[in-house]
DNA sequence: GTACCTGCAAATGTTTTGCAGTACG
DNA sequence: CGTACTGCAAAACATTTGCAGGTAC
């Protein structure tokens, strides 16, 4: 028990939610779904039908918008805030996270996992009358191995 | 020593600012940022073009659009994400803030101020090797008094 | 007097929608 | 076989920008 969900076991997911909600699976649709599985990184809609054109060539934008919401609902992946373009961005929903640290200097995103975090939100959220249903956490930063030791580990071509 | 700013004094730091930025101060600029610091609740661009016409009836968009980096940038205002439509929001202010929980139920944005909170956010950045320049924390969430007393205390009139 | 600011309108860039045709189940 | 999906193009939307004047300092 891994906690962390397979392209495999994804993909099933995207296809049974579909299949509930009476939904087709059109040849569009399963590049789309693969293509979004493939990313290991945040990515955003134009991307997406950048990258599931590859697999087939004639898949519209429109396409990508209306399937996009459908994977956020069937929980195979998730939107998150990046805040650096005006793309929505997302990612593949594989295992729980807490949070993003988006590096100003090596542009770069990073996963937070901290379970003593996520359960002080929690806890605050519900001492104040709340039950969460979604906790999001953006970190803005600046990258310290840069700055002190001139390069960074993560990507050294990065614009200071 | 409260720790919260005053209106009047936000005002002045907004004024020193564009002073110090040999930006000038003229009328329509006058009422957007007095007008910016009336609201008690988040807003957006437009609802801050729509109440500061009532001062000054002849404001255009592009003022407003122009003037509110430059008030971020000031620190009176703070962009904040509500991803609630698509607009970006921002608040005054007037206190730091861990976060805010955006009530599913009586559609409201509740600030959180838990400093246990910020201190682990704090941590957990450094120790992955940055320094953090801003946190920010969203909590969508649902109202435990509503669902359990079928009323809200913050807005009893809320969409079930 | 000269930056800098203004309002207007046009441009931008992402996401949404209407429509006629197509194909999944 | 009907309903849902498709691609295309146009629309919608918030925000940005260019420009010809106007004004604070």
Redo the contacts between chains.
Sequence with gaps: MSGVRSDEELYRIAIDYLRAEKSKLTPPREAIIRTSLSFAAPFHAEQLLAAARLRDRLISVATVYRLLPLLVKSGVLR?I?L?HDSHQHYEVNRAPTT?H?V??DCQQV?E?Q?A??TL??NF???S??????????????????L?EKGHCPRQDGATP
């Design positions: 939107e805030d805040k949070g640290i590096c100003q990073i937070v901290d003593c975090l002080r939100e605050v959220a519900n104040m009358g709340f039950t969460p249903t979604k906790l999001s956490l953006r970190i803005e930063a600046a990258c310290q191995d700055h």
